[in-house]
């Protein structure tokens, strides 16, 4: 396991420009916050390699780039709960009783692909769903957001779906989250939302999260109330972006 601490690498700026297709769609400032943002978390975070592998620059800047697109609209230390993130190459599968979709318990296998432990514990990362996802936003599922979505949602002391957020933001987040998500437990269909969604509240809330940065514009059209509510939260609007030429 190996840990580095270091900061922006020199040609930072190609590297993101390559791995990241969000890049294209920033304004200058929100490329500059996005830098600044990678790099508080390059210098102040732990990072480390499971099972031998190795962290290169652009490992560790992708991830840290993409988890930056959360906070664009926030600050660094709303993510005061991560530790470390720990990278492994690829998806790993585990076994066992869980909790299903729609309040069912399964024991299939069930892929891995990140994980966010609770409290000031690390966020785990598949490499090669990260890159996937930076590459190809519109697929709709980005495990370093959902994973870092956790993470917001954990700032108050539960994992229930609804981050730290206004008094009078609350009643609504929580009847159009409410609506949604009972819906996709009874069955019901909400793209651009996955069904995984339906596991539980904090669940849904990192899947509309993905959906939110990856799929903005489709998001819109299906869910504006979910997409108004989300764009408050964040102080985004990321379907109001240009696109790239």
């Given at each position: 396991?190996?840990?580095?601490?270091?900061?922006?690498?020199?040609?930072?700026?190609?590297?993101?420009?390559r791995?990241?297709?969000?890049?294209?769609?920033?304004?200058d400032?929100?490329?500059?916050?996005?830098?600044?943002?990678?790099?508080?978390?390059?210098?102040?975070?732990?990072?480390?390699?499971?099972?031998?592998?190795?962290?290169?620059d652009?490992?560790?800047?992708?991830?840290?780039?993409?988890?930056?697109?959360?906070?664009?609209?926030?600050?660094?230390?709303?993510?005061?709960?991560?530790?470390?993130?720990?990278v492994?190459?690829?998806t790993?599968?585990?076994?066992?009783?869980?909790?299903?979709?729609?309040g069912?318990?399964?024991?299939?296998?069930?892929?891995?692909?990140?994980?966010?432990?609770?409290?000031?514990?690390?966020?785990?990362v598949?490499?090669?769903?990260?890159?996937?996802?930076?590459?190809?936003?519109?697929?709709?599922?980005?495990?370093v957001?959902?994973?870092?979505?956790?993470?917001?949602?954990?700032?108050?002391?539960?994992?229930?779906?609804?981050?730290?957020?206004?008094?009078?933001?609350?009643?609504?987040?929580?009847?159009?989250?409410?609506?949604?998500?009972?819906?996709?437990?009874?069955g019901?269909?909400?793209p651009?939302?996955?069904?995984?969604?339906?596991?539980?509240?904090?669940?849904?809330?990192?899947?509309?999260?993905?959906?939110?940065?990856?799929?903005?514009?489709?998001?819109?059209?299906n869910?504006?109330d979910?997409?108004?509510?989300?764009?408050?939260?964040y102080r985004?609007?990321?379907?109001?972006?240009?696109?790239?030429?």
């Amino acid at each position: 396991m190996r840990r580095s601490r270091r900061g922006l690498p020199d040609d930072a700026e190609q590297i993101i420009e390559r791995e990241l297709a969000h890049w294209s769609l920033l304004d200058d400032t929100e490329r500059q916050r996005l830098l600044a943002d990678a790099d508080w978390l390059l210098r102040h975070k732990h990072w480390e390699a499971a099972r031998g592998f190795e962290l290169t620059d652009t490992i560790r800047l992708v991830i840290a780039a993409e988890a930056a697109l959360l906070i664009l609209g926030l600050t660094p230390d709303h993510y005061r709960l991560v530790s470390s993130i720990i990278v492994f190459p690829s998806t790993t599968v585990t076994t066992g009783e869980r909790a299903g979709p729609a309040g069912t318990r399964t024991d299939e296998p069930l892929a891995i692909h990140g994980l966010a432990q609770d409290r000031r514990g690390p966020v785990l990362v598949a490499w090669d769903q990260a890159q996937a996802s930076a590459r190809h936003p519109a697929r709709g599922h980005n495990v370093v957001i959902h994973e870092f979505a956790h993470k917001l949602d954990m700032l108050d002391g539960m994992v229930d779906g609804t981050p730290p957020m206004t008094v009078g933001a609350m009643a609504p987040w929580v009847a159009i989250c409410t609506e949604i998500f009972e819906d996709l437990r009874a069955g019901s269909p909400h793209p651009p939302l996955r069904a995984y969604g339906a596991t539980n509240p904090a669940e849904f809330f990192a899947v509309a999260t993905e959906a939110f940065f990856a799929v903005p514009a489709e998001l819109w059209a299906n869910e504006p109330d979910l997409y108004r509510i989300l764009s408050d939260f964040y102080r985004q609007d990321p379907r109001a972006r240009r696109h790239p030429a």
